[in-house]
């Protein structure tokens, strides 16, 4: 029993980090249709704006952390503006957008391999490292402000999204982005606006997991992956889904452990990810997806 | 189309080889290392013995009066990078001679090796099937050597009399893991479980916290790199409170450094800190030098004095063979960490230390002889 908790504990701590992995995600591709996997590469870079913050300029870590949010969001934006509008110009279809978005994710990651080299960097939290003991399971303090900060973001997002003027224009567009145009919304403004957003919600994981084991450049390609299966198994456009989609993979990855070879981590999420796209492909709750969607 | 592209590449072939036989440049070695990658602080101290060596060499005239160049690959602990470089070394650098490094890369790269004629040495992995290899020596023993001596210790003088395990999931770590199970048990010992890790993982809590639910009396950590690092501290988080211990793989600053390994049992291979060599290492790198420098160092130098003789015997010309025949005839080679003298099985016999992990020291307990 102490194994079962100790591994549910593990899995929301990871699964937090998918959680802030995929509202970003989700919400990006529920308003722009755009199968943005670059997103990868925004999570990377924030995890090196925070470590280059804080060990290049030697910026105290809060400063750092808040600094890597808002340059990983600006970061998000600019791929928006300088990437996809330009080619949605020139009536560019999703497949080239997609192919777009995979050509700069290896691009950027590969550019942070020189950089930084391939090896993993560790920042220095301090007393966040520290062990606590909840009962049986043990978590250091870093997991518990991981958790705490998946659940802030999601109530945030969600109170955004249903009581500001931009979050109903981000809804509008989301649920039809014909209707919208037709009422006045500017619809390149309200992508900028989403990936702004997304991004930004996103950045925290990249950086509490360089916090955490180290600031690797490949990470990203696992975590946009994992983001994907999530909002696809949670439904397409449901910001509740994407949360219950990534907890659920977390979960299955961690508990999986308990009676399976931990190397088949990865074998049981994608294995259970295509039993639910061929038995369940509108996900817990949203809108089936469509075969020519990416 | 094709008949002229023949042509060219026929012609480059001719300048190619031409350009080679007309004057006896620099003799070219490879060194296939982990220059990134978990594995890169092996790197570091790897490249620098194999620098400095070279330099040496070169200072005193180098090999029948040529210069040795060593020309550095990175395989990354993959062994198909370290095919691709050992391909490149070959085809496009035609070296006589590698220096290789890890187990599964090396593995994987003798067979070019005794296709070509090449003749590599490793000096730092260590599985048992590295043993009884064609145009393949190591100046290091198997790892069963080391792991034998260390699950005597722990089941006999430690009496701890269970383990649980955490291996990597490669061929070191398997191998390390199989002949711990053999020993330990022939000890007495009892192994309750063993989970296996990737060598490139950064989160290893999910193995962790199954293992620490089969209690024993300690965890043994059959991997190696700067991730033993993050296994330890992972462990002690866990609330893990066992003894730990490893083989001499462990010792890398970043495990040294680390809360976590504090304490952990470990072997150790002879190496001495405060010779001229490490002096000189720290001197030259500014850091630490550490066993794999030295084995690289002597590595190239055992190469030196093995061309040597093979060019002596040709009068001239330098291949694998005449390196190979070179290593067989002469066997016994001074280095500056003592004699060395291939066995049969192409491996080194080495004495083995045992000692414990204190504040970035390894505390020797016990010496055990290397069986003559």
Not at chain 1, 255 to 274: A, D, M, N, R, Y
């Amino acid at each position: 029993m102490d194994l079962f908790l100790q591994l549910a504990a593990t899995g929301l701590v990871v699964g937090s980090l998918y959680v802030l992995c995929a509202l970003g995600w989700g919400l990006i591709y529920g308003t722009t249709l755009h199968f943005h996997v670059a997103h990868g590469a925004v999570f990377t870079l924030a995890a090196y704006f925070a470590y280059a913050g804080q060990k290049l300029l030697g910026l105290p870590l809060a400063v750092a952390v808040i600094g890597a949010i808002v340059a990983a969001a600006v970061s998000g934006m600019l791929i928006d503006l300088f990437i996809y509008q330009p080619l949605e110009r020139r009536g560019a279809i999703r497949t080239t957008l997609f192919i777009a978005s995979l050509g700069l994710l290896t691009l950027i990651e590969n550019l942070l391999a020189i950089i930084f080299t391939p090896d993993p960097l560790r920042m220095d939290v301090g007393w966040l490292a520290d062990a606590v003991q909840l009962g049986p399971v043990f978590l250091t303090r870093l997991h518990l402000v991981s958790m705490t900060t998946a659940i802030l973001l999601f109530l945030a997002l969600m109170v955004f999204l249903k009581h500001s003027r931009w979050g109903q224009a981000i809804r509008a567009v989301s649920s039809s982005p014909e209707m919208a145009r037709t009422v006045g919304i500017d619809l390149r403004r309200v992508h900028l606006l989403t990936y702004a957003v997304g991004s930004a919600i996103s950045a925290p994981a990249g950086i509490l997991i360089a916090m955490d084991v180290g600031v690797e450049p490949y990470r990203g390609t696992t975590f946009v992956l994992l983001a994907s299966v999530a909002v696809i198994m949670g439904g397409i456009g449901s910001i509740p889904g994407a949360l219950l989609g990534a907890l659920f993979l977390a979960l299955l990855e961690n508990l999986g452990v308990w009676k399976i070879p931990s190397e088949w981590q990865s074998t049981i999420s994608f294995g259970v990810f295509l039993v639910f796209i061929v038995v369940r492909p509108r996900g817990f709750f949203g809108r089936k997806i469509q075969s020519a969607e990416i | 189309m094709r008949t002229i592209l023949s042509a060219f590449f026929t012609f480059a072939l001719l300048a190619g080889s031409s350009a080679a036989t007309a004057q006896p440049g620099p003799i070219k070695i490879g060194a296939i290392l982990p220059l990134t990658g978990s594995g890169a602080s092996y790197g570091v101290w790897m490249k620098g013995g194999a620098e400095m060596a070279a330099e040496e060499i070169n200072a005193a005239g180098g090999i029948a009066g040529r210069k040795l160049e060593v020309i550095y690959e990175d395989h990354a602990a993959d062994a198909s990078k370290a095919v691709n470089a050992m391909r490149r070394l070959v085809e496009v650098e035609k070296v006589p001679f590698s220096l290789t490094s890890y187990s599964a890369p090396t593995l994987a790269i003798q067979p070019i090796a005794v296709q070509n004629k090449v003749v590599i040495m490793n000096g730092g992995g260590q599985s048992d099937n590295l043993a009884n290899k064609d145009y393949l020596y190591n100046n290091i023993p198997v790892v069963s050597n080391e792991v034998g001596v260390i699950a005597d210790w722990l089941a006999k003088e430690k009496k701890l009399a269970s383990a649980v395990l955490i291996v990597a999931n490669d061929e070191a770590g398997r191998n390390a893991a199989k002949t711990f199970r053999e020993r330990y048990g022939a000890a007495g010992g009892k192994v309750l479980a063993e989970e296996q890790v990737a060598l490139d993982a950064t989160d290893f809590r999910a193995q962790l916290a199954k293992v620490k639910a089969r209690g024993g009396d300690l965890l043994f950590i059959s991997s190696y790199g700067r991730n033993v690092a993050i296994i330890a501290d992972q462990a002690r988080e866990l609330g893990i409170t066992l003894p730990m211990a490893g083989t001499s793989w462990i010792l890398v600053p970043e495990v040294m450094k680390s809360k976590g390994a504090e304490g952990i049992l470990t072997t150790r291979l002879p190496f001495d800190p405060n010779s001229a060599f490490a002096k000189k290492f720290k001197d030259k790198y500014k850091t630490d030098a550490g066993f794999f420098a030295v084995q690289y160092y002597s590595a190239t130098m055992i190469f030196a004095k093995a061309a040597q003789e093979a060019i002596k015997k040709s009068g001239g010309a330098l291949n694998g063979e005449g390196v190979k025949n070179a290593i067989e005839s002469i066997r016994a080679f001074d280095t500056i960490s003592g004699k060395l003298v291939f066995q049969a099985n192409h491996g080194a016999v080495m004495d083995i230390e045992v000692g414990t992990l204190k504040g970035g020291k390894v505390e020797v307990e016990k010496i055990i002889k290397a069986a003559p």
